[in-house]
């Protein structure tokens, strides 16, 4: 099955991303948020994109126009009905996610569609427990920045059937041209549970007075060739997103080095969320 009518509920920086890369491969989005104007918001953001893709030579401006024309904006669910698969990338909450995979299920007509979830730590299993569909129903998990990043993480739950792990994969894996690696249904997947306690320590470290955010980012991308320091890489994911992986890990495995350090805390606590609120670990215009 071609899939070529694809949903993505929440219009944030993840949602944003997956719906431009759903766009640049020929696929007709609907992009939901209950946000008023969200979406709309992340059509600007997605546009802007599209024109650094277009700026740095990986798609022509013609491309990028049809890309953007195939992404439409809607502020309810009830326009997923006729989705052939639906990517959830709402905030990281339990809570949340569960009403929106309930709420999915009731809403997208055909019992055969897929709901995939782009979480990064809460068990697929329980997205699946809020449908009637569990084995329609898999992680799909991409990483930031979308269009840039070529992991695409898949996860199945106990429950997921074949068919959907197969199909899922050849579309991230041949449409998307994402390279897909599968990670078994545990909290954080493969690359946050290596990620994250990296940057946990990193903010440990910094919490404690070791040394200054500058010297440990630098440390890291000059002596480990990392794209960027620990620290800058909290601040593109968000402080709120990290905190909320780092507590999964922690609730999954009760490791210590999973626990959210009192700064990272404190930060959330203040708003310092990073990149997308203009000041995380640095500040931004
Ligand atoms: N569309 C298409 N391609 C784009 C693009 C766009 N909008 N913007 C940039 N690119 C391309 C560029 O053309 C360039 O490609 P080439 O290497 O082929 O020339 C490449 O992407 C890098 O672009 P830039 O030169 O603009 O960017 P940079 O060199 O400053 O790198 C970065 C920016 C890619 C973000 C880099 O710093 C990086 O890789 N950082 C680490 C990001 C990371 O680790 N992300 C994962 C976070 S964890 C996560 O997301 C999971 C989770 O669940 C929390």
């Known amino acids: 099955m071609r899939i070529e009518r694809i949903g993505v509920v929440g219009a944030g920086i993840m949602g944003s991303g997956i719906a431009e890369v759903c766009a640049r491969a020929g696929a007709q989005v609907v992009l939901a948020d209950q946000a008023p104007d969200l979406a ?3 059509v600007e953001r997605i546009t802007a994109s599209l024109q650094r893709g277009v700026d740095r030579g990986k798609l022509a401006q013609a491309e990028a126009d049809v890309a953007l024309a195939r992404i439409t904006p809607v502020e309810t669910l009830a326009a997923m009905s006729d989705r052939q698969l639906v990517i959830e990338a709402v905030i990281e909450d339990p809570e949340t996610k569960l009403k929106v995979f309930g709420a999915l299920d009731e809403v997208v007509e055909d019992p055969a569609a897929i709901l995939a979830s782009n979480t990064s730590s809460i068990p697929i299993m329980q997205l699946a427990m809020a449908t009637q569909r569990r084995e329609r129903v898999v992680g799909l998990h991409f990483f930031n920045p979308v269009p840039v990043m070529r992991l695409v ?10 068919s959907t792990i197969a199909e899922v994969t050849a579309f991230a894996g041949e449409a998307l041209g994402k390279r897909v690696v599968r990670s078994k249904d545990r909290a954080g997947f493969v690359v946050n549970a290596l990620l994250v306690p990296y940057l946990l320590s990193a903010i440990r470290m910094l919490e404690a007075g070791f040394a200054t955010a500058e010297d ?3 440390g890291m991308v000059e002596g480990a060739a990392h794209p960027m320091g620990p620290l800058t890489l909290t601040d593109l994911v968000g ?3 990290t905190k909320a992986v780092a507590e999964s890990l922690y609730e999954e495995f009760k490791e210590p080095l999973f626990a959210p350090p009192p700064l990272l ?3 959330v606590d203040a708003g310092l969320l990073g990149r997308k609120a203009g000041r995380g670990f640095y500040t931004y215009d």
């Open 216 to 218: 440990i980012d630098a």
């Open 153 to 162: 993480e898949v996860v199945p739950s106990l429950l997921t059937d074949d």
């Open 40 to 42: 709309t918001a992340s």
């Open 265 to 267: 805390s404190r930060m």
């Open 239 to 241: 402080l709120d997103t």
